[in-house]
């Protein structure tokens, strides 16, 4: 375990020596920012004015919010994780957070533009601060920010990985429906000559069966992707497909390799 920083060791048990939240925040850094926190919700309307004409500056005509996307998107974000962390409910803040994550990552606002709106937005809320605030509260407000930013990212990119997934499968959905005799693609094949399809529909055909399936053509011709088209059109297809070079195998391991060890 880490000891906490000098200043505030002597306020924390000694079960407690180690930072919190993403291993960045202590509780009572939280309960020491309270003053300011509770500024900036008092000010929310100018914080968001002013983090919106910082956000104009920086990205012009190419940003993808328009000032009323902006405005209710980042103001429910404001109400929200400010009350969370009065509340000290760091795992409320971070769900929060999430959420945003994946509204952005559903209207498509690329990530840097993102991160730096982030940025932004802690430049407008410590010009909130109280007067005479110590350099340290600014220190622990630039922690949440990284904590906001990690929470942002794995929503951000969790939701674009389920929506690339989500679109992939209304994709094969749509492929299924094509007549076999307009057919261009099948499972990595692309071809539309007749000669294809009937490729195509003796894979389909011989996918459905049990036995063993011998593929045969010249160095090149894609009797690999054939194989791959077998497995996938199979009944095992969630199954791995694993491809493995004969001709690289020594003479004395082939059997064992192939058939097993064990007569």
Not at 26 to 31: A, K, M, V, Y
Request: aromatic share 10%.
């Amino acid at each position: 375990m880490c000891a906490a920083p000098d200043d505030i060791r002597t306020h924390i048990p000694a079960s407690f020596l180690a930072p919190r939240y993403f291993h960045l925040v202590w509780d009572e850094e939280l309960d020491e920012l309270r003053p300011a926190l509770e500024a900036i919700l008092a000010k929310r309307a100018q914080l968001l004015e002013h983090w919106h004409d910082l956000y104009v500056c920086h990205f012009g005509d190419s940003r993808m919010l328009s000032e009323h996307d902006f405005l209710e998107l980042f103001g429910r974000e404001i109400d929200a994780t400010l009350q969370d962390l009065l509340k000290h409910d760091m795992q409320g803040f971070v769900t929060d957070i999430r959420k945003i994550g994946e509204e952005l990552a559903a209207r498509r606002v690329p990530f840097s533009e993102l991160v730096v709106s982030m940025h932004l937005f802690e430049e407008a809320a410590t010009r909130n601060f109280p007067p005479q605030s110590e350099a340290r509260l600014y220190r622990v407000f630039d922690k949440l920010s990284h904590i906001r930013i990690i929470a942002l990212a794995q929503s951000y990119f969790g939701s674009f990985s389920a929506l690339a997934m989500t679109q992939l499968q209304e994709l094969e959905r749509e492929a299924l429906k094509v007549p076999a005799d307009r057919r261009t693609y099948f499972h990595g094949m692309v071809g539309a000559s007749a000669a294809m399809r009937q490729l195509y529909e003796r894979i389909e055909a011989a996918a459905q069966t049990r036995g063993t399936v011998l593929v045969i053509g010249e160095t090149g011709s894609g009797k690999e992707l054939v194989a791959r088209a077998l497995h996938e059109s199979g009944p095992d297809a969630k199954a791995p497909f694993v491809a493995l070079n004969c001709a690289a195998l020594p003479r004395d391991l082939i059997e064992s390799e192939l058939f097993g060890y064990k007569r």
